[in-house]
């Protein structure tokens, strides 16, 4: 399979131009990735906007999710960099490869990462345990539709990692 380049500034319209002078002032640099989605006119800002909208979840909920999807997808990038963005929100190492395995300490973020994992891994087929076990926890229908937008944002970066094999710019994430 040929790799999809990573496109410079230069090489971008002028819309993705001014959006990765944004990612470039606010990150400090245009992660690989979504350097690669700037081959699209259009995709690099619907997923920016699509990524960047409001969420029932917390910061940490996000990550967790995140984590334990990228596992579930084998996403090398996306492992490396909420492992990065984990530790931003609190995690340490151990509960990274926990959250990458499909579990934490805390019952409630438990319960979260289980779901999340049964959704990604059986494509929204849960077992009815998982479930029940994430209303228990306090969750609402509203936070399972939350975790369900957080899911579809992690798996569009998953396969575009997976397709592209763009190279990882961020610290790599021990492999599991």
Do not use: W
Request: charge should be negative; include cysteine; glycine fraction near 6%.
């Amino acid at each position: 399979m040929k790799n999809l380049n990573v496109p410079v500034r230069e090489e971008v319209s002028a819309n993705n131009q001014a959006i990765f002078d944004n990612l470039k002032s606010s990150l400090g640099f245009v992660p690989n990735l979504y350097a690669a989605m700037a081959h699209s006119e259009t995709a690099l800002e619907r997923y920016l906007t699509f990524q960047g909208g409001k969420t029932s979840l917390s910061n940490k909920e996000k990550e967790a999710v995140n984590l334990v999807v990228s596992q579930s997808n084998n996403c090398r990038y996306c492992q490396s960099a909420h492992t990065a963005l984990g530790k931003m929100n609190g995690f340490n190492d151990e509960e990274i490869i926990a959250l990458r395995k499909g579990s934490a300490s805390d019952s409630k973020l438990n319960a979260l990462v289980k779901i999340a994992q049964d959704i990604t891994v059986n494509k929204g087929n849960i077992s009815q345990t998982n479930l029940e076990n994430f209303y228990a926890q306090g969750y609402n229908h509203g936070n399972l539709i939350d975790v369900i937008v957080q899911i579809g944002d992690k798996i569009i970066m998953n396969y575009l990692h997976n397709l592209s094999q763009v190279a990882i710019d961020f610290p790599l994430a021990d492999e599991l």
